[in-house]
Nanobody, 119 residues
Framework: QVQLVESGGGLVQPGGSLRLSCVVS????????MGWYRQAPGKERELVGT???????RYGGSVKGRFTISRDDAKYTVDLQMDSLKPEDTAVYYC?????????????WGQGTLVTVSS
């Protein structure tokens, strides 16, 4: 069974920084696109950023220039560096990965980690 395990959430003041990490573990062959999404209370889940195996990235409009996504294919990890955080960044952040199992790619999600931006 393949799992995505996130870490790094917590409480941070406006203007501060936080780094989220996610590791893919279990029995799989490789990963394709990986990334992060978030869901604020009362809102739909939205894209934060994704990164392809070749390193190309895509970001949601509200985080461009403030957040940076990276991956380590040797460790099967995807990280999200969040800078200049704002109260509106408060949300549960979910790790996402497209993972190649025995026969096909499957899309997996982590359990979510809460990020709260507040003074």
């Amino acid at each position: 069974q393949v799992q995505l395990v996130e870490s790094g959430g917590g409480l941070v003041q406006p203007g501060g920084s936080l780094r989220l990490s996610c590791v893919v573990s279990g029995d799989f062959i490789t990963t394709d696109v990986m990334g992060w999404y978030r869901q604020a209370p009362g809102k739909e889940r939205e894209l934060v950023g994704t990164i392809a195996p070749i390193g190309s990235t895509r970001y949601g409009g509200s985080v461009k220039g403030r957040f940076t996504i990276s991956r380590d294919d040797a460790k099967y990890t995807v990280d999200l560096q969040m800078d200049s955080l704002k109260p509106e960044d408060t949300a549960v952040y979910y790790c996402y990965a497209k993972v190649l199992g025995d026969f096909e790619y499957v899309e997996l999600w982590g359990q979510g980690t809460l990020v709260t931006v507040s003074s």
